[in-house]
């Protein structure tokens, strides 16, 4: 609950602080510090089990420890993205005050989403987060990529938001209230009326977090969206969604899973195989990376299918892998005036310390021991395998994950061993070399002990 009050007055404050500061650097730090305050918020909850401002939410919200771990991860990985990036956002648009104040909305969003008890509660959670998301894809109002980005990213989502009320609708109907545990303690009968609301709901939710067959509007709206925008879409965002849908078909229809997981199954596998052998064929880095949030989507999709506390662990450990590595690759390729994979040739000769982060990024992504993306994948692989059956999707998987090996090695390839023909590598500065070493080392020790995230829960 301080998450959601205290997110949402900061961006209020970050509305008004464009009026009274003129310099960004001042707008800049008031952001960190009010992601470092709200952190600071979560841990006391986390500790103290109550929040400081006590509301009635009459059921419909709640905040569990496994909602406060993965919230405290969110906004960790929020505070990287705006040391990383904090550069970035402050040349977008005429007013960084207005776009920090949007992502602090998205913050009580993603509070919401983290506690919700109720459909009601998880429909508002998933528009407080998206709307200010449509904006931000469209700051950049003198490219037209960028506008066309916000169309796209507009239109896609309200079309996923009517599929999902239209679910609700019938869920409501055949079960007769919107909280989820109740659903699932209801008569447990899986009639046509509820078939239909979970197909719904589970395209919504497939839309939401880019899964194959609803995944078109990804690659377009990540790759004209401003690149330090896309990072926060692809990474944080994407989490969120993932874990709104693991917890509504845990919640509400795990008792129906011998029903739906054939259905997910098949939408695991399908992401899988299109993000990564899409994303194959690529020449830009940052269209590459958009295909492969794809592909890290089926990876994800596997803890939905399963549902045991493997699955639930894992996707934690998931979620910081991914934002981590994630936003460190994408805070290197805001910076970059060639986003094609030559033009990171040469980056380790000028860069060492820049190319070496990236290195440990690239290697978490593909799941290589020693980075927190192994542990991440292995769980999922697990929680599968020790739900039965279905082993050939895990065949699939680790299939899927050695192809992804190639197209990150093409970067690496291009960093190391590669000379670079013309001189655009972008300069860094000492700050951001620092920052992206303290990235990189959080992977590796997550990697090293993934215990850290595990035992938590």
Known sequence: MNAIIFSAIWGVLMMYAG???????????LAVAGVVLLIVLNIYELIAGMSLIAIDTKGMLYHSTYGLIFLLIMLLATLMYFLLSGNEIQSTGKSSADLYALIFFILSGIGVIAGYKSLLMLFIGIEIVSIPLYVLAGSDKANL????????YFLMGSFSTGLMLMGIALIY??????????????????????AAGIVLILASMAFKVSAAPFHFWTPDVYDGSPTVFTSFMATIVKSVAFFAFLTLFDHG???????WK??????????LLIGNIT??????????LSYSSIAQAGFMLLAVFALNIFAKQGLLLYFAAYCFATLGMFAVLAKMKDHSIEGFNGLAKRHPLVALSLLICLLSLAGIPLTAGFFAKYY?????????GMMWL????????????YYYFKVIQAIYFKESSKEELPEFSPYFKWIMLLNAAIIIVLGIHPDLILNLI
Do not use: W
């Open 394 to 405: 895990v065949v699939v998987a680790v299939l899927c994950a050695a192809v992804s090996v």
């Open 173 to 194: 109907g055949d079960a007769g209230t919107f909280y989820i545990d109740l659903i699932k303690t209801g008569s447990g009968m899986f009639t046509p009326m509820k």
């Open 279 to 288: 994303a194959v064929f690529q020449q830009s880095v940052k269209r590459m």
């Open 253 to 259: 229809f795990g008792n129906l899973q011998s029903h």
């Open 19 to 29: 009026f009274l500061f003129k310099s960004k650097n001042t707008i800049h730090q």
């Open 380 to 388: 999922m692989l697990l929680a599968v395998i020790r739900n039965g």
């Open 145 to 152: 990529k960028s506008n066309e980005a916000a169309l796209k």
């Open 262 to 271: 054939t259905l997910l199954a098949l939408i695991a596998v399908l992401t």
